[in-house]
């Protein structure tokens, strides 16, 4: 089984809508991220969460929240989405740690969902 | 805050030809340097990765790559390619503190051709 998963792998939606994707682990890191993927742009932070009790936002996180429910899920929501929200996204997953403990930085990353809004 | 520039966004080479896929980055602070690939339609899987000692590592694949801290360069190479190759590559940069995140840059996308 993989040891990040996401739901749904692919979601086509209408303008308006509000819409949910789902990020699970089984690998035991604290850490889960939220990216999107759009072409020629290659992999841009949305959120992300260093423990269940830790939120922050990335470098886009405008139209996007997120939910820690648990240490191995991370949601992402879309309360309204607009086309330009049309892109491939991806969870991944990296231990916790001190510098000391470079393989910290190591991100593992889930198949990814591909979200259409028309 | 750090940055990532990959210099060259599409890179076409014929099979068992050798390939150097360029990654620049900039930073104030000493990074830790990564590669991934994505292969068509799937995630990111780690290549190879520069944490410290020697500048010069070896990944999956055949893949290796240089650190060259002067040049501020980590650029990956394959003495020959395989079909099989073809795929989006993405460098990725991280500070050496406790907290910090990847920064990728905008990727390669090398195709192998028989």
């Known amino acids: 089984d993989a040891d990040v998963t996401q739901t749904p792998r692919n979601r086509i939606t209408k303008t308006g809508k509000r819409i949910m994707l789902e990020c699970s682990q089984t690998?035991?890191?604290?850490?889960m991220y939220w990216y999107r993927q759009d072409p020629g742009l290659g992999l841009r932070l949305i959120y992300y969460?260093?423990?269940?009790?830790?939120?922050n936002k990335g470098e886009i996180s405008d139209g996007y929240s997120v939910s820690r429910q648990a240490q191995a899920k991370f949601s992402l929501s879309l309360e309204s989405a607009i086309p330009n929200q049309t892109a491939l996204y991806f969870c991944?997953?990296?231990?916790?740690?001190?510098?000391?403990?470079?393989?910290?930085?190591?991100?593992?990353f889930g198949p990814g969902t591909r979200l259409t809004v028309t | 805050a750090q940055s990532v520039t990959q210099l060259d966004s599409q890179v076409p080479v014929f099979e068992e030809a050798p390939v150097e896929l360029r990654c620049n980055y900039s930073s104030s602070v000493s990074v830790y340097l990564f590669w991934y690939v994505q292969y068509p339609n799937q995630g990111l899987q780690l290549l190879l990765k520069y944490l410290s000692g020697s500048t010069l590592v070896k990944g999956i694949n055949g893949f290796e790559a240089e650190f060259n801290k002067s040049q501020t360069s980590f650029h990956l190479r394959k003495p020959s390619v395989h079909i099989s190759d073809t795929a989006e590559y993405f460098c990725a940069v991280s500070g050496r503190g406790g907290s910090e995140k990847l920064v990728f840059g905008k990727g390669t996308k090398l195709t192998v051709n028989p």
């Open positions: 969460s260093f423990d269940v009790k830790d939120i």
């Open positions: 690998k035991g890191h604290d850490r």
């Open positions: 991944a997953t990296s231990e916790a740690g001190t510098s000391g403990r470079p393989t910290l930085y190591e991100q593992y």
